[in-house]
């Protein structure tokens, strides 16, 4: 490196800026947002003369909004409750065992992520009909939770696969039998991949909009919501709804890094 | 191996991996309260027989008979066997007092019996100011002692270490050795050890099975493989030696007499009886060679050329060239000072009938 100090100076200047502008390209328009949230005027756009709250305390003041946020996460713990039992299960099931077909049960199993959004979204429409399954709570959880196993499998067989095999030989030496062995051993060492899938999935969930839209019945999830508000033109409303949004995520997001990252610390 | 009632009896233990043949009809037996050391080369069988004896793997054919019942088909939790695995496999995510507790609550023993034993078997190891520290905590010898704890804590009819020193390094190795030795010792408990390093085999055992290619070479204390190796292959895995290639002469009593290169040597015979003008291979260990500067008056003599001195710190290998005997080199050890006096012009060479083990090969 010191052989070309010049050279990589200037990579070194040339990186940084590259990394500047992402950052601006990425954070401008969600300041520009935020930002918007807070202007006491319902025109969109610059100069902010005034500041105010009203967005907010009208957003928190209304009922609907709110139920909305409360079925939004409802429909995203659940979709994740049932994708994690599931996908935990399969890759259990599939990691380190070899049995004829193994591949092609692993390839069906990624399929539901990667099947386009609105084709899925068709397809579990045309199916919820043929099975009388009504639209809306349900039949949303049942297509989160779909599309998000495949996330999960991957996750934790990835983790599982670092598991050593002397770790369950030790357990069952010891006196466990193959459940106690998997709740004990197996299960703990899991929790870290466990624990960051389940947050990709709420986010995935809470985000997801095409399946939610096709699948909801008379409620509408938040990104739905907030579709049908925009038909009537952006408003301050909608900016106040997704900033709380924004930082109801990104909290989630930013606690589940820290609390993995002290998991595999103590470990 | 005569004891009416052996702990574990392996009869013709079979283990086939694909083509492999990890095993080869293995029959052997353990008395109770026996240091056994399995020793071999790599990939010889002994972690196989190992994970057999634990459960972990299913022979292909044969049995494993542990305080009289046939435990062959019985999964690794209804055994009273316990593992130190290579890595050590501690739970990551449980202390040290976790880790040992583990195996008694599976065992069904009461919050405060599991406790005390706990504490007994830490205080034990000196592990007792290490109860709520997680593994990662530790030094290497330190979770090899956890290791150790953990399955003697279920007070196992036979403990199964498999290379349970490899991780540490050389120093240390030699103290955890005596230690692990004591600890048998005071526990009188069985220990089937394994390991590939003869030295360590050595120190510990009170009966070394010496595998290869899955079968046993030799079965015997350590002295007996040591001084009376019954295979080429026994008598240079283990320790150094000077093999001698000849040719049987005659018998007297239990002796052999071979010629070797036109010398006459006398040694003990082996198992079965050679017969005459066959070819036969004499073992002579490295230390057991005495240098004089006459002829003496022992049964084995040889004339020789000092050619080549390895000082050593407190003995000195010597490179000796026979007189008349082209390209037969014997290597000796002396002490220092002996080595040290010991010049260029020739020496005689002497050793006993009961430093020569003759060899089937
Ligand atoms: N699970 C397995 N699948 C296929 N072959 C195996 C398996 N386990 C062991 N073997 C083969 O069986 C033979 C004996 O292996 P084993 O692990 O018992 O050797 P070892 O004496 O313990 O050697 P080392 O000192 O290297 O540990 C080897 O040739 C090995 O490749
Ligand atoms: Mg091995």
């Not at chain 1, 050593?164 to 006196?175: N, V, Y």
């Not at chain 1, 899938?197 to 409620?219: K, Q, T």
């Not at chain 2, 953990?150 to 349970?164: F, G, Q």
């Not at chain 2, 009188?188 to 099975?209: C, G, N, P, W, Y």
């Amino acid at each position: 490196m010191n052989d070309r100090p010049e050279l990589f100076r200037g990579n070194r200047i040339f990186l940084a800026c590259i990394y500047w502008a992402f950052v601006l390209y990425v954070f401008v328009p969600l300041i520009l947002m935020v930002l918007m949230g807070f202007k006491d005027s319902r025109f969109i756009g610059f100069p902010i003369r005034s500041w105010t709250l009203e967005w907010y305390t009208g957003v928190f003041a209304d009922t609907e909004v709110l139920s909305t946020f409360g079925y939004s996460i409802a429909i995203a713990v659940l979709s994740t409750l049932i994708s994690i039992l599931v996908g935990t299960w399969i890759a259990v099931l599939l990691e380190g065992r070899k049995f004829a077909g193994r591949g092609l049960t692993f390839g069906l199993t990624l399929l539901p992520a990667l099947v386009p959004g609105i084709i899925s979204a068709i397809a579990f429409r045309i199916y919820a009909r043929w099975l009388g399954i009504e639209p809306g709570m349900g039949a949303i959880v049942w297509a989160h939770a779909v599309h998000n196993v495949p996330f999960v499998v991957l996750v934790v067989m990835a983790r599982l696969s670092t598991l050593p095999k002397s770790q369950i030989e030790a357990a069952r030496d010891l006196g466990a039998d193959p459940l106690i062995t998997f709740l004990r051993i197996t299960l703990p060492y899991l929790v870290p991949a466990i624990l960051g899938a389940s947050i990709f999935c709420l986010l995935l969930s809470f985000d997801d909009f095409v399946r939610s839209f096709f699948l909801g019945g008379y409620e509408p999830t938040l990104p739905v919501m907030i579709f049908a508000m925009l038909r009537s033109g952006m408003s301050p409303e909608i900016n106040a709804i997704a900033t709380v949004a924004l930082v109801l995520t990104a909290a989630i997001g930013l606690w589940a890094e820290r609390f993995t990252r002290r998991m595999n610390k103590e470990r | 191996m005569t004891d009416p009632e052996p702990l574990v009896r392996i009869e013709g233990l079979t283990k086939h991996f694909g083509e492999t043949v990890a095993l080869d009809d293995l029959t052997l037996d353990i008395a109770r309260g026996e240091f056994v050391t399995f020793l071999g080369p790599s990939g010889c069988g002994k972690s196989t027989t190992l994970r057999i004896l634990g459960g972990f793997e299913r022979p292909t054919r044969g049995r494993v008979i542990l305080d009289g019942a046939d435990v062959t088909n019985q999964p690794p939790e209804k055994r009273q066997v316990n593992m130190v695995f290579q890595d050590y496999a501690l739970f990551p995510h449980m202390t040290v007092a976790q880790n040992v507790s583990f195996g008694l609550e599976l065992k069904g023993m009461g919050k405060a019996e599991i406790k005390r034993r706990s504490d007994e078997i830490l205080s034990f190891l000196e592990l007792e100011s290490y109860g709520s520290r997680y593994p990662i905590q530790l030094s290497g010898g330190q979770r090899q002692r956890v290791a150790l704890a953990r399955a003697l804590a279920p007070d196992p009819a036979l403990l199964l270490l498999d290379e349970p020193l490899g991780a540490l390094d050389a120093k240390l190795r030699g103290q955890v050795q005596q230690e692990l030795k004591s600890i048998q010792r005071r526990t009188h408990k069985t220990f089937f050890f394994v390991t590939h390093d003869q030295e360590e085999a050595l120190t510990m055992s009170d009966r070394i099975v010496v595998l290869n290619h899955g079968r046993v070479e030799q079965d015997g204390t350590p002295e007996e493989l040591y001084f009376r190796p019954a295979s080429r292959f026994v008598a240079e895995f283990i320790g150094e030696t000077n093999l001698l290639s000849g040719r049987v002469r005659g018998k007297e009593d239990d002796k052999i007499v071979m010629d070797w290169h036109g010398q006459t040597l006398r040694g003990l015979a082996p198992q079965g009886s050679p017969d005459q003008g066959e070819p036969i291979t004499a073992s002579v260990r490295l230390e057991k060679l005495q240098f004089h500067s006459e002829r003496p008056e022992m049964p084995n003599a040889v004339r020789g050329r000092v050619v080549g001195k390895t000082f050593l710190g407190s003995r000195m290998a010597m490179e000796i060239a026979v007189d008349d005997v082209e390209d037969a080199m014997l290597r000796a050890y002396v002490d220092a000072e002996t080595g040290a006096r010991v010049g260029s012009d020739p020496v005689w060479i002497g050793w006993d009938v009961d430093s020569m083990a003759m060899l089937t090969d």
